[in-house]
């Protein structure tokens, strides 16, 4: 069973969507289920995984009511504030929602690069384990050697990292993110989403063979157990098609043994995220 464990739902508004800017404009209109279904149909995937894009909690609300309305969606990784003084009633009342399988927060467009290490921010993140909720951390390669920080202090709890960090593949810069990388997947807890890639590449102009190096990264320092493959739809279509993305990493995966193929395209996700299939 394949699955699409990282992909966003939105109707659009200028306004709320403000990181959409004009270079981004075919982004710039509603993305819905009714738009996915077919894509994951024609591509053989089972189910996804819908993905915060926005920091309210009516954001949250909106993707667990698509999750009731859309069967395929398998589960929706929400936000809620987790620095709020009120943060346990906040997720004792979402972990209510069998569909919410974990939690989100942009801390790549966080000013302060130390975020991940606020104390009440940590405070909040201590009490998902609790509520057997996930942590999916979107970050930047600068913000790496935090993340190694932060996933030290909480052992038991699981995270994934989203988009391989986002390294500079355009550039086709490999370090230091190479080193961080593997510094990070030392911590058994620690998931990686092969996912967000196309649009840190070329938009127009990549190449498969742009995306080996980073890929041979993190396939070497998560192995196939704790590899997870996701589309990041609709901002992947900035740079390629559903097919050409979601067949970048499959074409790559070609290399691993079917077991492990069938771990990364799906099994690992069913396991993270506790989906039911």
């Not at 209109?29 to 995984?49: K, M, R, T």
Request: aromatic share 12%.
């Amino acid at each position: 069973m394949q699955i699409d464990a990282h992909q966003h739902f939105w109707q659009y508004s200028p306004t709320a969507y403000d990181w959409i800017d004009n270079t981004m404009k075919p982004l710039q209109q509603d993305y819905l289920p009714e738009q996915l279904a077919p894509l994951l149909e024609q591509n053989n995937f089972s189910g996804s995984v819908a993905v915060q894009a926005l920091q309210t909690e009516a954001e949250t609300e909106f993707l667990l009511n698509l999750a009731a309305e859309h069967d395929f969606i398998k589960g929706v990784v929400g936000w809620t504030d987790l620095q709020a003084a009120n943060v346990e009633t906040k997720l004792a009342k979402l972990a209510q929602n069998p569909k919410l399988k974990g939690l989100r927060h942009v801390v790549q467009a966080e000013p302060d690069d130390q975020f991940l290490l606020r104390p009440e921010f940590l405070r909040g993140i201590s009490l998902l384990q609790k509520f057997n909720l996930t942590y999916d951390i979107l970050i930047y390669p600068k913000h790496l050697p935090v993340a190694t920080e932060f996933v030290a202090k909480f052992p038991n709890q699981p995270f994934v990292l989203d988009h391989i960090a986002k390294p500079f593949i355009k550039d086709q810069i490999l370090l230091p993110w190479a080193q961080h990388i593997r510094e990070l997947a030392q911590h058994p807890h620690v998931y990686c989403k092969l996912s967000g890639m196309v649009t840190e590449a070329d938009w127009h102009n990549w190449q498969p063979s742009d995306f080996k190096p980073y890929l041979d990264v993190v396939t070497e320092a998560f192995g196939p157990e704790r590899l997870i493959h996701g589309s990041d739809w609709p901002v992947c279509t900035l740079a390629g098609t559903y097919t050409e993305v979601m067949n970048l990493v499959r074409e790559y995966l070609n290399q691993f043994s079917k077991t492990d193929q069938e771990k990364i395209l799906g099994g690992n996700a069913i396991r993270f995220y506790n989906l039911a299939v």
